[in-house]
C-alpha cells in the first residue's frame, strides 16, 4: 500500500523553464511534507518542507505547494538549471506514525537540458 | 562536519554470508533510520531507532538487525545474506528542534548478493 506515490519517473525540461514535480497521498492524518534531491551516488539532501497548516513555502527558486483536499503536493523549479538534473523524492509524515518516521514515494527524475 | 558516515561504499557478498554495515553521526542527533533503495521502489525504511537504547521494525525489516551501540552508532546486520538485500542502503539521523526539520542521510552503502 503505497501512501506516497511519485506517477512520473521522469520529467524532462529545458533549461529556464518551470520544472513540475507532483506527489499523492493517501493518509490523511499527514502533517508535514517534504522534497529531498538525490544525484546519483550520493545521499538524499533535503531541499524544502511545508507543514499542513501552509499551502505555500517558499526557498529561492524553489516553491512547494500543498493541496490538503486533494491529498496533493507539488513542488516547482522557476527558473531549471542543469545543475538540477536528480532524481526527486517527496516524503511525508504525521498521524499515527510515530512522528520521526518519513514515509517516501518511489522518486521522479527530473533531466534538465540546455 | 561530517554529518553522517557510512561504511562501507561497497560490498559484494556471497549468499549465505554476514556483515554489518556500519553507520555514525556528529550531530547529537536522538533519532536513527536504516533505509534501502530499489529501483522503482523508492526509500523503504528497515528499522529506526528513536532514541539510544530503543530500535523498531520500519516497513521491510525481515532479513535484518540492527544494534544502537550509542547514540552515535547505528548499526544494520545481514546475518545471511540474499540476492534479494542486493539494494543500495542509506542511513539517517534526525533530531526535531523546531518547525522545520528533516533527515540528514549518509552517503550510502552499495551492497551486491551474488
Known amino acids: 500500500d503505497q501512501q506516497v506515490k511519485q506517477n512520473s519517473p521522469s520529467l524532462s525540461v529545458q533549461e529556464g523553464r518551470i520544472s513540475i514535480l507532483n506527489c499523492d497521498y493517501t493518509?490523511?492524518?499527514?502533517?508535514?511534507f517534504l522534497w529531498y534531491k538525490k544525484y546519483p551516488a550520493e545521499g538524499p539532501t533535503f531541499l524544502i518542507s511545508i507543514s499542513s497548516i501552509k499551502d505555500k513555502n517558499e526557498d529561492g527558486r524553489f516553491t512547494v505547494f500543498l493541496n490538503k483536499s486533494a491529498k496533493h503536493l507539488s513542488l516547482h523549479i522557476v527558473p531549471s538549471q542543469p545543475g538540477d538534473s536528480a532524481v526527486y523524492f517527496c516524503?511525508?509524515?504525521?498521524?499515527?506514525?510515530?512522528?520521526?518516521?518519513?514515509?517516501f514515494g518511489t522518486g521522479t527524475r527530473l533531466q534538465v537540458f540546455p | 562536519n561530517a554529518g553522517v558516515t557510512q561504511t562501507p561504499k561497497f560490498q559484494v557478498l556471497k549468499t549465505g554470508q554476514s556483515m554489518t554495515l556500519q553507520c555514525a553521526q556528529d550531530?547529537?542527533?536522538?533519532?536513527m533510520y536504516w533505509y534501502r533503495q530499489d529501483p522503482g521502489m523508492g526509500l523503504r525504511l528497515i528499522y529506526y531507532?528513536?532514541?539510544?537504547?530503543?530500535?523498531d521494525k520500519g516497513e521491510v525489516p525481515n532479513g535484518y538487525n540492527v544494534s544502537r551501540l550509542n547514540k552515535r552508532e547505528f548499526s544494520l546486520r545481514l546475518e545471511s545474506a540474499a540476492p534479494s538485500q542486493t539494494s543500495v542502503y542509506f542511513c539517517?539521523?534526525?533530531?526535531?528542534?523546531?518547525?522545520?526539520?528533516?533527515?540528514?542521510f549518509g552517503s550510502g552503502t552499495r551492497l551486491t548478493v551474488v
Open positions: 531507532s528513536a532514541s539510544e537504547g530503543t530500535t
Open positions: 550531530m547529537n542527533h536522538n533519532s
Open positions: 539517517a539521523s534526525s533530531e526535531r528542534t523546531g518547525a522545520t526539520w528533516g533527515y540528514t
Open positions: 516524503a511525508a509524515s504525521g498521524g499515527s506514525y510515530n512522528t520521526d518516521k518519513l514515509i
Open positions: 493518509n490523511s492524518m499527514f502533517d508535514y
